[in-house]
């Protein structure tokens, strides 16, 4: 906030909306905190996906098209003799 502490805590005592908001947020960072530490004492273990869209050259994405259906259509033609 790029204001000193001192400045913090005058504030707080005057706003009471700024006190409430400061302790809104050590509840979340705390139960935060505390869920990481029930998870890590059971051993919790998870696996994370995560997607990434990226920009692709109109190319690639036609020639791998093309691929994909190549291959469909062989599977077909080998189904359907």
């Known amino acids: 906030m790029c204001i000193a502490y001192s400045t913090l ?3 707080k005592e005057k706003y009471s909306a ?3 908001a ?3 947020g050590k509840e979340v960072v705390g139960r935060g905190v505390e869920n990481a530490l029930f998870k890590r004492a059971f051993d919790f273990e998870y696996t994370e996906q995560t997607v990434k869209v990226v920009d692709r050259d109109k190319d690639v994405i036609e020639s791998e098209q093309r691929e994909f259906e ?3 259509s ?3 033609l080998v189904y359907l003799v």
């Open 70 to 72: 190549n291959r469909y």
């Open 74 to 76: 062989m599977r077909v």
């Open 9 to 11: 805590k005058v504030w």
């Open 18 to 20: 700024i006190s409430a």
């Open 22 to 24: 400061l302790k809104r």
